[in-house]
């Protein structure tokens, strides 16, 4: 369960979970992007993967709905009790740099207190001993290549780069360093359907094991994952 609690490395959770998401053997991460305002989408993503995750991963275009999830998580237990307790959410080139959630927790009878949560342009992080990268990467030229996404990896000496904006599922390993987009969840650009990934990492030994999923509507409205075969 999340705490909630944006740190200065704008990470969202408390810095026991930080800590302990560095320390772990073993760690799991829900991975999506691109969202554009699909908050219904987001929250199905949570509460089906979320409980089974040590930190969610959010590439960019989307924040609004990761923080409107916040924001209903201080009055839905259920969904607070599925956020992973490590969010790191980066902006698009779509997002604002902060948004305004209301904390009835911390809010005095009719004061209409407000808190906001930011989001950074880019985030890096430990997991499981590893170090990771999350950018949108329109700034990073993207839809022609991951040739500075590469460049940028080696500099900051990352294990793992997760990225967003092309609306393209796609995976790669360049120099040992795994480059990741999960796709979007909404609107893919591809042959693909729209989709998230797991990333996971099995132990000390293993490098990591990913696991993409479909999203496609239902009967009735309802929504249906499923996962993929690459």
Known sequence: MNSLIQQDSMLI??????????KKTHARLLVFSDSHGAI???KKIIMQFGADADALVFCGDGFCDVAACIEEAFSDDKLKERLPPVIAAVRGNGDADSYVIANEDDAEEDSGVQKKVFSAQRLQFIAAG?????????RHGVDWGTETLS????TMDADIVF???THRLFWEEHGGTLILNPGSCVN???RFPPSFALVSFPGDTERFSIEFFGIREGLFGSVDIMPLAL
């Open 163 to 165: 990225f967003g904006h």
């Open 151 to 154: 460049s940028a990896a080696y």
């Open 40 to 42: 219904d989408i987001v």
């Open 188 to 190: 893919p650009r591809n």
């Open 130 to 138: 590893r170090n990771i990268l999350v950018i949108h990467g329109h």
């Open 13 to 22: 959770g408390s810095a026991d979970a930080v800590a302990e998401l560095e």
